[in-house]
Every structure is written in structure tokens, then in C-alpha cells.
């Protein structure tokens, strides 16, 4: 696993052992069964770790049916308004809008800021989010006639620059648009998978998101399933397991790769930075 050369030296992964997959022969059907993803999803390449550790959180927590949301729409507003908040503040938002019918960007063009921060209340930071949903909506309307679907299938760099663009968008919330609601294939790094990588030694404090989502994104077959859901996996495994303070790693599917217990090295700035 490498970096781009475009890329400070302050990121890298190292090979671990093998993991066990299709191509080795793993077989099974449901958690607990390594195999059984790879139906599924493209197998990861055991020359790095972070193929072991999907197979690891899949085999512990199966598949996550990641993002909740009933519409791509809904998508998009729960990754704008789950910024700096927890996801059940989310869900009291947007079951505000639902009752008050404004889960359409029609409906959220339409509807007064005053009348949509009273909505989006639970989620905290409701004038910053309101004046961003606003913000969405008139882009997706001025360059895009307000169809999601003309939006999406706009090149994902592309569509990429224009979403960080937006007052109130930034990486984290571009690429959970563009991977849950548009189906590109783009990595999120969200703080649990960077507080993963950095406790198993994998990455620089240092590291910035652009880094830390080319780690992932270099490291596993570019298909949106797999980056879905190793997502997925990631956040559940943060929620339970690897948490900012009092971490249970004992207990979690991760604590082989700890570096204590022999599995990760640690990251290494003066390692050479070349394409893979």
C-alpha cells in the first residue's frame, strides 16, 4: 500500500498477514463467517491490512443496511444535519420534516428559514444547517433543474468540487452524499475511522481527510458496496468499541491489529511515497 507522490509523507500503510478470502478459499453465510461477504462485494487484496479488518468487523457484525433514509433525498439532508451531532438528534429532525412535509428539495426551496430551523431544532446548530440545506437546494436547482438524477450523474470529481463548494459542505459530508445517496464510489472517513486508524498505528496525527480517504480508497477495489458498508462497519465499531474516551478494546473485533498484540506497525514518515 502507497501514496500518491502528490501526497506529504506522513501517512502509509504496512502488509500484514493474509487475510482469509474467496481467493484463499474462505466460505460461509452470515457473521461469524468470514466468506460471506465475498458473494457480495469484490475481495479485498490481502497485501493490506485493512482487508483483514473488513473481514474482521464483517464477520463480527454482518452487514449494517447502511445509510438509514427512505429517499436519496433524505440521505442528503441526514448527512448535512448529522454534522456536529448525534444521529437520534438527526432522526428528531427529520421526522419533524416529515410531519411538517418537507422532505423534497421543492419543499425545502419553498419553506421559510424561520419555518425550517424550528424543524431541524433537534440537531442542533439549526441556522447554520438551515441556511446549508438552502444553500443545496438552490445549487441543485440552478445547475441541475432540481433533478437528483441529472446530479448524480455528474463525474464524481467533478460533482465532488462542486459539493465542496457549498457553505456548509465539506469533505466528510460531500463524500456521504455522493456515496449514500449518489452511489459513487468515494470512502468517508468520519472520526471513528480516523481514530482506528491512528490507535493501530496506521496513520500520522497529522494526517489530513484527503490523506486518510486515499488510504482506504488505494487500499480496496474501488466498488461503492464495499466502501459503503466497511463504513458501516467502521461507525458501529466505533459506537461500541472504540470510543473517544474508555475504549473497550478488549472486546472489540479490531484488538488482534493493536499494535501491543503484534499485529499493526507503526506509521512511518520517512517511508517512500510512490503509486501502488
Given at each position: 500500500m502507497s501514496l500518491s507522490p502528490?501526497?506529504?509523507?506522513?501517512?502509509?500503510?504496512?502488509?500484514?498477514?493474509?487475510?482469509?478470502?474467496?481467493?484463499?478459499?474462505?466460505?460461509?453465510?452470515?457473521?461469524?463467517?468470514?466468506?460471506?461477504?465475498?458473494?457480495?462485494?469484490?475481495?479485498?487484496?490481502?497485501?493490506?491490512?485493512?482487508?483483514?479488518?473488513?473481514?474482521?468487523?464483517?464477520?463480527?457484525?454482518?452487514p449494517q443496511h447502511w445509510w438509514p433514509g427512505r429517499s436519496r433525498f433524505e440521505i442528503i439532508l441526514g448527512a448535512i444535519l448529522t454534522q456536529n451531532t448525534s444521529w437520534k438528534n438527526v432522526e428528531r429532525a427529520i421526522a419533524n420534516l416529515r410531519a411538517r412535509k418537507l422532505l423534497s428539495p421543492l419543499a425545502i426551496q419553498r419553506v421559510s428559514a424561520a419555518?425550517?430551523?424550528?424543524?431541524?431544532?433537534?440537531?442542533?446548530?439549526?441556522?447554520?444547517?438551515?441556511?446549508?440545506?438552502k444553500t443545496f437546494v438552490a445549487f441543485l436547482y440552478s445547475r441541475y433543474g432540481g433533478s437528483l438524477d441529472r446530479l448524480f450523474a455528474t463525474p464524481t470529481r467533478i460533482l465532488r468540487e462542486q459539493l465542496l463548494g457549498l457553505r456548509g459542505i465539506g469533505p466528510e459530508t460531500a463524500?456521504?452524499?455522493?456515496?449514500?445517496?449518489?452511489?459513487?464510489?468515494?470512502?468517508?472517513?468520519?472520526?471513528?475511522?480516523?481514530?482506528?486508524?491512528?490507535?493501530?498505528?496506521?496513520?500520522?496525527?497529522?494526517?489530513?481527510?484527503e490523506q486518510l480517504r486515499a488510504v482506504f480508497e488505494w487500499a480496496l477495489p474501488h466498488d461503492r458496496r464495499l466502501f459503503n458498508e466497511f463504513h458501516a462497519l467502521i461507525v458501529e465499531t466505533g459506537k461500541l468499541h472504540c470510543r473517544k474516551s474508555n475504549p473497550a478494546c478488549a472486546t472489540c473485533p479490531l484488538a488482534k491489529f493493536l499494535p501491543a498484540a503484534g499485529g499493526s506497525r507503526e506509521a512511518s514518515p520517512a517511508s517512500p511515497v510512490t503509486p501502488p
Open positions: 502528490a501526497l506529504p509523507q506522513i501517512v502509509t500503510l504496512s502488509p500484514s498477514s493474509p487475510s482469509r478470502s474467496a481467493k484463499s478459499g474462505a466460505t460461509g453465510d452470515g457473521p461469524g463467517q468470514p466468506g460471506s461477504w465475498s458473494r457480495s462485494f469484490p475481495v479485498p487484496s490481502g497485501d493490506s491490512p485493512l482487508s483483514a479488518y473488513f473481514e474482521a468487523l464483517f464477520a463480527a457484525y454482518g419555518r425550517l430551523s424550528a424543524a431541524i431544532r433537534p440537531a442542533g446548530y439549526f441556522r447554520q444547517k438551515t441556511q446549508t440545506l463524500d456521504s452524499i455522493l456515496l449514500y445517496a449518489g452511489k459513487h464510489p468515494v470512502f468517508v472517513v468520519d472520526a471513528y475511522a480516523r481514530r482506528i486508524l491512528e490507535r493501530h498505528g496506521l496513520a500520522d496525527p497529522r494526517a489530513k481527510y
